[in-house]
């Protein structure tokens, strides 16, 4: 069973863009060639990611984030 992973995914449950069950697969992102471990949000046709600041936390008790431009390249890091 090959899955595709999405344009745009988030780790955020409340995003419309989260999808469980790809995120079981274990997602990774490399942003401009480089492999980022604190990645909250990534869009593949945008060319951005969000990125967690510090442990800094919003009203709602989320992940302060900052955008950021660039080449985004996801996937699996576990082949199955």
Do not use: H
Not at 7 to 33: C, H, K, Q, T, W
Not at 45 to 68: F, Q
């Amino acid at each position: 069973m090959a899955v595709q992973l999405p344009d745009r995914l988030s780790v955020n449950p409340a995003s419309p863009f989260y999808d469980a069950a790809v995120l079981e697969r274990d997602v990774g992102i490399r942003f401009n060639g480089q492999e980022k471990t604190n990645v909250e949000e990534y869009c593949v046709s945008e060319g951005w990611i969000r990125v967690a600041v510090g442990k800094t936390m919003t009203r709602k008790g989320d992940p302060l984030t900052i955008l950021l431009k660039g080449k985004v390249e996801p996937f699996f890091k576990s082949a199955e």
